[in-house]
């Protein structure tokens, strides 16, 4: 079984450790103790929950088979009169998009703005950290 900590998870989810306490102490999500009074969670009921924050209201439009929804912050473009490049920061993520400086323009996409990025593919490598 595998089990995080409070950092771990609350990278996994992108928010902050204190943000996954509040929810803890609100009984949003259970966490064991260890022998050290450290909290831990269990896999497979973070994973359960992050499946669940997936599906509330605010995830994401319904209307769409794309299921990879990336909210972050516009941290640059770089743009010319046909093509934009526009950098998102999605927790410790970088996610880069290219796209028409007219839809960068109709999104209304600057430094600053908030920004999801959906992302479909047909091919997506999965790889496992070692633990330690």
């Known amino acids: ?5 409070i950092g771990e998870a609350a990278e996994l989810l ?3 450790a204190d943000t996954l306490r509040r929810w803890i102490d609100a009984g949003r999500l259970t966490a064991a103790r260890d022998d050290h009074g450290q909290r831990l969670i269990d896999g497979a009921d973070l ?3 992050a499946r669940s924050r997936a599906a ?6 319904g209307s ?5 929804r990336l ?3 516009v941290t640059a473009i770089v743009r010319d009169k046909v093509m934009a490049q526009v950098d998102l920061q999605v927790g410790p993520f970088r996610v880069v998009s290219l796209m028409s400086a007219e839809a960068v323009d109709e ?8 920004a999801t ?4 593919s047909t091919a997506v490598v999965v790889e496992r950290p070692d633990r330690t």
């Open 47 to 49: 994973a359960a929950f």
């Open 107 to 114: 999104l209304g996409l600057e430094v600053g703005s908030l």
């Open 64 to 68: 769409s088979s794309a299921r990879n």
């Open 1 to 5: 079984m595998t089990m995080f900590r």
């Open 71 to 73: 909210r972050g912050i």
């Open 117 to 120: 990025a959906v992302v479909k």
């Open 56 to 61: 509330e209201p605010d995830a994401g439009s």
């Open 14 to 16: 992108g928010v902050s």
